[in-house]
Every structure is written in C-alpha cells, then in structure tokens.
C-alpha cells in the first residue's frame, strides 16, 4: 500500500466523520428552532399543546431524516 | 364502511403480495460476472479481537441464513442459525434449488456454487464463473413473509368482525387496536391532503402504514431483520408511490412542470429542469432514503453502541467493564427511541405519499398566486 492510497483513506475517513459532524450541527440548529416555535407557541396557548407536540415530533423527525442522510453518506465516506 | 374497510383489507393484502414479487424482482441480483482475486477465508484479523466492521455490516445486510448465535468464540465459533432456501436461476442449468446450510457457511461450495462474505455481506458466486440470477428467500424475504402473515392474521380477523357485528356493535378485542389506527390515517393522512377522493387511496396509505410499521418493529425484535433499512426494499415502495401519482396526474400537474403559469420564458428555462427534478427524481428518492437513513441509522447506532463494550476491553478488561452498565443504558434508550422511530416514519412515509399525491391529482385554482411549497 502506498503513502498516497493510505493518506487517501485517511482524508475519506476524516471527510466522513466531519461530514456527520457538520450534519449533526444542522440537525441541532433545525431541532432547536422547532422546539423553541413549539414551546413559544404552547406558552400562548396552553389548550392546543396535544397538537402543538405531535406536529413539534413529527417536524423534528422530518429534520432528523435530513440529519441522517448527512450520517449515511459519511458512512459511505469511511467504507467505500 | 364495512364494505369499504373489508374492500380496502383485501386491497392491503393484494398490494403486499405485489410488493413481495416486486421485492424478489429487485433483488435478483444482476448476473455476478466479475471474480474474486482470493478465496473466501479472506479473514486477516487477529484472534481474539472481534472484526467491528464484518460484525457490524453482518446484522444489518441480508443473508442467506437466519443467523441466531454463536456457541464459542473466534474461528472455532458454532454458529447456530436457520438456514434459508437459495434459488438460483441460471439459463444454462435451469433452476438450483437447496438449503444455504448446505454451504457449511461458506466453506465448502455445493452444486456448482460458492459461498462467500464480502464487507459482511454474504454473496453466492458460481464456481465456473457464468452469471446467473439469485432470486432466493434471503433473510430479509422470510421477514417479509413473516410480516404479511402478522397483517393477514391480525386484518382478515378484524374485517369478519366488522362483517358479522357491523359497525353499530362495540368493538372487540383486536378491533380496538386497529379502528383507531385506520380511523387516525383516514382522518389526518387522507382527508385533509386528498380532499374528495381520500377514499381511493385509503388501501396503499394503510398498506404502507402497517407494512413499514411492522417491518420496522419486527427490526427491534432479538435476533431481528433489517428489512425497511435496505434501500432496495425502502426504493421499491417509493416505486409504488411513483407509479400511483403518474398514473393519478393531471393535467394541471404536468403543466405546473413543463409550463409553469405566470413565469416569464427566461426563468422557465432554469425552472423546467428543477421542477421536473423535483417532482419526478427527488420526491421519490428522498422518500425511500428517508426511511432508508433512519432504519439503517438506528440499526447501526444501536450496534455500536453494544459493540463499544468489546472496543473498550480490546484496551484493557477493566475499561470493558466498566462501559457495560453505560452501554446498555444508552442502548435501552436507543431502543425506545426507536419505537417511536419506527412509527413516526411509517407515519412519514405515508403522509408524504398522500401530500405528493395530492399535490398530483390536485384541481386547477384560479389564482396566480403560486405560493406552494415544492418538496
């Protein structure tokens, strides 16, 4: 194995882990803005919060998909 | 609603069926041509260390064998698994068919064909090299088969119900786990995205809510499969999506991609190109990988959390004990994390079928004011 393939993998493996790094930063910044919109908005109106939470979940779990990818293809980084 | 809810319990199962030989179909695998430079027992990890990759991408892919557990440790390990039936099609030989344990786990080859383990995913290659198709009933198959026969048993016995009491008569036993559900689909998924017509789509929302629901809770189960967590199966109901909003698009939908209403010409030539991708190439796709990701995300997670265990000891033997309570705390919180992953994705899935769909069958309103949100 040459320097070149081994300093390759190494740079495919530490673009893979800062990849996933980056998208967990996403994924906080997008979670934390829906549970501050959430807890705003049940502060306002404590008498819809059942709803005001599925939505919060279900928005959270749509960001979280976008989140994943991010960790999918960092995968892919470190074992292809 | 007897009628329809009967109607729609036949249609779930019929779609099932389709979506299993379609599965077969995705996975038969092209003609394997190309060859292996070395044999099988290409392990070149040292004794007593466990091979983190090969153990990782060992639960998560398919296999040819329902693997339970080991017996032992290292090479002299007894595997204990349900050995699964291999189909395999070749133009030249017709039809093989045989139990995978007849491979002794890859170390010996059986009719002609081999056996091996490549990244921890099992592949079958023949021996003199020709190409052939592989349509058997892998792991993810038989989880296959075990979840249509889960919804068969649970659907066809709450449809009788409603046939033989109606719907005036309380409901009973497993009726009161399954009204609720359907009427929780029906209500928040079909109505207010599909208007008027929710009711011809009801049967593929409910198929795929309760195929992925229990596909991806027979995934937590101890000696689990991986089923919505393989692209190809995720893909494949993406497909069926796909071909359900073509064949229900209307014209207004084909002219908001090919013509966009109130755009002068310029712009439409940099907004052709990104709404026939979008609607046509990323709808699709990111549905599938979505549920794709977070299957396969969590499988992966959980394993390595557990597999940290053998890590720290890999360093020293205290380490190792030490990270066993942290490891199956954090594990016992992975797992109802993704109890509620399992349904909020099947919940995903299918909310997003039915906001795409009726995105598609959608009637022309006449204002040019085009505020939608393209996904």
């Known amino acids: 194995m040459s320097v070149l393939t081994i300093l390759l993998e190494g740079i495919a493996s530490a673009g893979g882990a800062i990849g996933a790094g980056i998208a967990a930063l996403g994924a906080g910044v997008g979670v934390g803005q829906i549970g501050k919109g959430a807890l705003e908005s049940i502060a306002r109106q404590p008498e819809v919060s059942g709803d005001i939470r599925s939505n919060m979940i279900l928005a959270a779990a749509l960001v979280e998909g976008v989140a994943l990818f991010g960790v999918i293809a960092g995968i892919l980084a470190i074992v292809l | ?375």
């Not at chain 2, 309380?170 to 929780?184: D, R, S, V, W, Y």
């Not at chain 2, 109505?191 to 929710?198: R, T």
């Not at chain 2, 002068?264 to 990701?293: C, Q, Y």
């Not at chain 2, 890999?314 to 109890?339: D, N, Q, R, Y």
Request: glycine share 8%; charged share 15%; aromatic share 14%.
């Open chain 2, 1 to 375: 609603m007897i009628a329809r809810l009967h109607m729609s319990i036949k249609s779930v199962l019929l779609a099932i069926l389709l979506l299993v030989i379609g599965n077969q179909f995705a996975s038969a695998q092209e003609p394997v041509a190309e060859a292996m430079p070395s044999g099988h027992t290409t392990e070149t990890k040292e004794e007593g260390k466990l091979d983190i990759k090969g153990e990782i991408f060992g639960h998560i892919n398919d296999s040819y064998d329902w693997h339970l557990f080991n017996i032992g440790e290292g090479h002299e390990a007894i595997q204990v698994s349900v050995p699964l039936p291999v189909i395999l099609f070749n133009t030249t030989h017709g039809f093989t068919v045989f139990l995978s344990n007849n491979f002794h786990h890859g170390h010996e080859p059986y009719n002609g064909y081999e056996l091996y383990v490549e990244n921890g995913k099992q592949k079958i290659r023949a021996q003199d090299e020709s190409s052939f198709y592989d349509i058997s009933i892998t792991k993810n198959v038989l989880c296959m088969f075990i979840s249509i026969f889960i919804l068969w048993f649970l659907m066809t016995g709450v449809a009788k119900k409603y046939k033989k009491n109606g719907i005036h008569v309380a409901p009973t036993g497993m009726q009161n786990a399954i009204e609720p559900i359907i009427g929780f689909i029906q209500d928040t998924v079909a109505k207010p995205f599909l208007g008027k017509q929710y009711a011809r789509f009801m049967p593929l929302l409910l198929t795929l809510f309760f195929f992925i629901w229990t596909n991806n809770l027979l995934g937590l189960l101890p000696f689990g499969f991986n089923l919505t967590g393989n692209i190809a199966v995720t893909l494949l109901l993406a497909l069926v999506f796909f071909v359900v909003m073509l064949f229900n698009s209307n014209k207004y939908f084909w002219g908001h991609i090919f013509n966009p209403p109130g755009v002068p010409g310029w712009v439409k030539v940099i907004l052709v190109p990104i709404e026939i991708l979008s609607n046509l190439v990323i709808k699709p796709v990111a549905l599938a990988i979505r549920l794709f990701a977070n299957i396969f995300a969590g499988h992966t997670i959980i394993i390595s959390i557990v597999l940290l265990i053998f890590i720290f000891s890999g360093l020293s033997k205290i380490a190792g004990i030490i990270f066993i309570p942290v490891s199956v705390g954090f594990t016992v919180f992975m797992f109802f994390l993704e109890l509620l992953v399992a349904a909020i994705q099947a919940f995903i899935f299918t909310n997003l079928t039915a906001v795409f769909i009726g995105q598609a069958i959608e009637e022309h309103h006449h204002d040019d004011a085009h505020g939608h949100d393209h996904h």
